[in-house]
T-cell receptor, first 113, second 109 residues
Framework: NAGVTQTPKFQVLKTGQSMTLQCAQD?????MYWYRQDPGMGLRLIYY???????DKGEVPNGYNVSRLNKREFSLRLESAAPSQTSVYFC????????????FGPGTRLTVL | GIQVEQSPPDLILQEGANSTLRCNFS?????LQWFHQNPWGQLINLFY???GTKQNGRLSATTVATERYSLLYISSSQTTDSGVYFC???????????FGEGTQLTVNP
């Protein structure tokens, strides 16, 4: 099992450009999440999808959109990138039941110039 | 929202030493996890421990849910233990993890 995979690993954008970060999991998990990590800080939730067909805002959703394409895949889109979105982005998944341990992907390091 | 406080913020050890990291949280939780973020940025699951005690090799963790804290013990530390240790809690199943700011651990040879 690959677990949680993310593409790309690194990306540099110019202000105003758009891009989509891809995430997939092969653990048959119901819930998927997108977090961002800024230097010296813990992770903060951007959006999550408790189950296929649903999405909800997290702590810092402004400037982002998400799509739960199917049970395996959850994408994060930046429509018009801003320097404040320079960060490391992590995708995670969990079973969504009483034992809701979350598992994280390797991260995408994004720089917006 | 729930507050998660970790201590100490920084810790420097000599190889072979033992250490205890603490996580305090301000509300009842459904889930508590400990992670190790290695120098390459990868987040590694250490423990899923909403209550009780677990051990995995040189690492062990205890969560006292009624008193709203968790402890991570590292024994006989090795240089590969270096990195940032995060505690994260979840109030409701399927919602977000709230992370503490982490403990930066450096183990010197």
């Amino acid at each position: 099992n690959a677990g949680v995979t993310q593409t790309p690993k690194f990306q540099v954008l110019k202000t105003g450009q758009s891009m989509t970060l891809q995430c997939a999991q092969d653990m048959n998990h119901n819930s998927m999440y997108w977090y961002r990590q800024d230097p010296g800080m813990g992770l903060r939730l951007i959006y999550y999808s408790a189950s296929e067909g649903t999405t909800d805002k997290g702590e810092v959703p402004n400037g982002y959109n998400v799509s739960r394409l199917n049970k395996r895949e959850f994408s994060l889109r930046l429509e018009s990138a801003a320097p404040s979105q320079t960060s490391v982005y992590f995708c995670a998944s969990s079973r969504y039941d009483r034992f809701n341990e979350q598992f994280f992907g390797p991260g995408t390091r994004l720089t917006v110039l | 929202g729930i507050q998660v406080e970790q201590s100490p913020p920084d810790l420097i050890l000599q190889e072979g030493a033992n250490s205890t990291l603490r996580c305090n949280f301000s509300d009842s939780v459904n889930n508590l996890q400990w992670f190790h973020q290695n120098p390459w940025g990868q987040l590694i699951n250490l423990f899923y421990i909403p209550s009780g005690t677990k051990q995995n090799g040189r690492l062990s963790a205890t969560t006292v849910a009624t008193e709203r804290y968790s402890l991570l013990y590292i024994s006989s530390s090795q240089t590969t233990d270096s990195g940032v240790y995060f505690c994260a809690v979840e109030i409701t199943s399927g919602s977000r993890l709230t992370f503490g700011e982490g403990t930066q651990l450096t183990v010197n040879p």
